[in-house]
């Protein structure tokens, strides 16, 4: 534990309480100085069905914040010279790829960027609510039904005409990320950047 002051720890655990009283709040949180943790834990629930209390340890989904961790794998790979963010789609993900239908790319993969999927710019649609997925299915073969449901629909922009941000965008660098590296995407993020981060307690979904 950090070697805080008793009045600071004080301050802290009041300030805390003030908040959590009067706030909605459903989530962990940790207090932190140069020497450790002052103070934490967490309130609100795990499961919305089974109503389990949520407790400082638990796991959660960190959902899009997985972004960030896509992209640090994209800006690796570019720095060892495996890709360049102005390589489109298609370079990567072409027919012999694996990833499309009966091996058709579209033509939308031609034209779309690395750049593009990066920074939300892409035009591609966004899968999320508008279509049904079997999510018994495991990753890999989930991510190419995403790919997939892009695929057959047309750009609702031109690329790099506006932002508009679309997590089907990510799902393609995924799948990028597993085709440049030649590794699973949940070993990449593991060898790449959990363990040399010291991060024991996080994994990816499968």
């Given amino acids: 534990l950090a070697n805080a002051t008793p009045e600071l720890r004080n301050q802290v655990s009041k300030a805390s ?6 706030r909605f709040m459903n989530g962990a949180y940790m207090f932190c100085d140069d020497e450790g943790v002052i103070e934490q834990g967490a309130k609100g629930i795990h499961s919305l069905t089974k109503k389990t209390k949520l ?9 899009s914040a997985t972004k960030t961790m896509t992209t640090a794998a994209i800006m690796k ?3 060892r010279g495996q890709l360049n963010i102005q390589d489109s789609v298609a370079k990567h993900l072409n027919a012999q790829s694996g990833v499309w239908k009966d091996g058709k790319v579209p033509a939308w993969a031609e034209e779309v960027t690395l750049h593009n999927l990066l920074t939300h710019r892409s035009g591609i649609p ?3 609510m508008a279509t049904e997925l079997d999510v018994t299915k495991p990753y890999d073969q989930l991510a190419k039904d995403i790919a ?5 629909r047309g750009l609702q922009a031109e690329p790099s005409h506006y932002y508009h941000y679309c997590n089907t965008n990510f799902v393609l660098l995924g799948l990028i990320i597993e085709k440049v590296s030649g590794t699973k995407l949940d070993d990449f993020y593991r060898k790449e950047l959990f363990e040399p981060l010291g991060m024991k307690n996080t994994r990816m979904s499968t």
Avoid: G, H
Avoid at 55 to 63: S, T
């Fill in 55 to 63: 407790n400082p340890d638990q796991q959660m989904p960190i959902a």
């Fill in 126 to 128: 966004e899968y999320f």
């Fill in 148 to 152: 997939n449901f892009a695929a057959n």
């Fill in 17 to 22: 309480a003030k908040y959590l009283e009067s």
């Fill in 77 to 79: 790979l570019r720095e």
